[in-house]
T-cell receptor, first 112, second 112 residues
Framework: GENVEQHPSTLSVQEGDSAVIKCTYS??????FPWYKQELGKRPQLIIDIRSNVGEKKDQRIAVTLNKTAKHFSLHITETQPEDSAVYFCAASGTGGFKTIFGAGTRLFVKA | EAQVTQNPRYLITVTGKKLTVTCSQN?????MSWYRQDPGLGLRQIYYSMNVEVTDKGDVPEGYKVSRKEKRNFPLILESPSPNQTSLYFC???????????FGPGTRLTVT
């Protein structure tokens, strides 16, 4: 079946450094790729998303890139801050329904 | 306030005792979905609904039922819970597909 692989599972960076999380999806019909942030004990919340007709999107310190040919998309966080520490999930979904496949998550630690 | 609510937030039950977890949204969203979150596995979609009386299976539907009789409500039913259904459950809604999903606060279910 369809799946989304996410790497790394854990990432530790120093405050101010950049963090990159990568995802690969299998369903070529996927056309929407959101990233969710989940703080400890909280619900997932959308931080950025990208659609298949766009290669890159940026929102302040956060950016997402998409390579449809390789079925690969990545989250980039620059100038990391301690409050960026959380679990990040990528996901892929397509038209014709609401089926959404999430990656297993990346636990990001930002050390002050 | 726009929100997705779930009840109960915590539930401890015994094997085989039928239970229902309610989900309600006040944003007039078309799409609603149920996920379970387990360590190392991310969020896995159980069922989703594209409108009233329209539901479909996600990745892990076995042992669960849903119904969508009203637009705002999407209850998750466990007819005969088993210990492997011990998990953190999230309901989510979206204005359309594919767009940002708004998650409820989660329901932590323990089946003994």
């Amino acid at each position: 079946g369809e799946n989304v692989e996410q790497h790394p599972s854990t990432l530790s960076v120093q405050e101010g450094d950049s963090a990159v999380i990568k995802c690969t999806y299998s369903d070529s019909a996927s056309n929407y790729f959101p990233w969710y942030k989940q703080e400890l004990g909280k619900r997932p919340q959308l931080i950025i998303d990208i659609r298949s007709n766009v290669g890159e999107k940026k929102d302040q310190r956060i950016a997402v890139t998409l390579n449809k040919t390789a079925k690969h998309f990545s989250l980039h966080i620059t100038e990391t801050q301690p409050e960026d520490s959380a679990v990040y999930f990528c996901a892929a979904s397509g038209t014709g329904g609401f089926k959404t496949i999430f990656g297993a998550g990346t636990r990001l630690f930002v050390k002050a | 306030e726009a929100q997705v609510t779930q009840n109960p937030r915590y539930l401890i039950t015994v094997t085989g005792k039928k239970l229902t977890v309610t989900c309600s949204q006040n944003m007039n969203h078309e799409y609603m979905s149920w996920y379970r979150q387990d360590p190392g596995l991310g969020l896995r979609q159980i069922y989703y609904s594209m409108n009233v009386e329209v539901t479909d299976k996600g990745d892990v539907p076995e042992g669960y039922k849903v119904s969508r009789k009203e637009k705002r409500n999407f209850p998750l039913i466990l007819e005969s819970p088993s210990p492997n259904q011990t998990s953190l459950y999230f309901c989510a809604s979206s204005v359309a597909e594919p767009y940002e999903q708004y998650f409820g606060p989660g329901t932590r279910l323990t089946v003994t």
